[in-house]
């Protein structure tokens, strides 16, 4: 079927008021259930990871956290390299759509936790450390530029060396 004719053209089209059974406008990402499914799971896996980082190595008064830096920079890395990835292979569809959803959306959005960095720097501050709690904000955001860059590069050079192994 074709598309309901729109009763008020000067405003953008809201894809949530659209019944996909009605039209041919392909249903919004946020209402399919499959690609929902998607990300519960990768969160899922990320929430588990994040978890076992923090029986590893709980976070202790007025010491550096070790494990929301650990699972922010892995994420971070993971991103870089996930993104910059798909952007080379192509658009934002298909396949692509369901990496970036399970792995980006969910696994990475459920392993790192910039809500946990900001309590443990209040914490830091409150255990009147506020050194120490500036430092692991100043240098969680330096890191986390570092090890984002770090996975884009590791992407692109990836990129680049199959490029000139399919030539060769």
């Known amino acids: 079927m074709s598309r309901p004719p729109d ?11 659209v019944d996909d059974r009605s039209c041919d406008l392909p249903r919004p990402v946020h209402l399919r259930g499959d690609l929902l499914a998607l990300v519960a799971v990768g969160g899922f896996f990320g929430a588990l990871s994040r978890y076992g980082v923090s029986l590893a190595e709980p976070t202790t ?25 798909l952007a080379r292979s192509g658009a934002n569809a298909r396949w692509r759509q ?7 959306t969910g696994f990475c959005g459920a392993l790192t936790t910039y809500s946990t960095l900001a309590v443990e720097a209040d914490l830091l501050i409150r255990d009147h450390q506020t050194g120490l709690a500036l430092a692991y904000l100043g240098g969680s955001l330096f890191a986390g530029l570092v090890v984002t860059s770090a996975g884009i590069a590791a992407a692109t050079g990836h990129h ?5 192994r399919s030539h060769a």
């Open 7 to 17: 009763q008020h053209p000067e405003l953008p089209l809201d894809p949530d008021a």
């Open 98 to 104: 369901r990496v970036r959803l399970l792995v980006g």
């Open 61 to 85: 008064t007025g010491r550096w956290p070790i494990g929301t830096l650990a699972v922010n920079l892995a994420g971070a890395f993971i991103l870089g390299v996930l993104m910059e990835g």
């Open 160 to 164: 680049h060396w199959r490029r000139r």
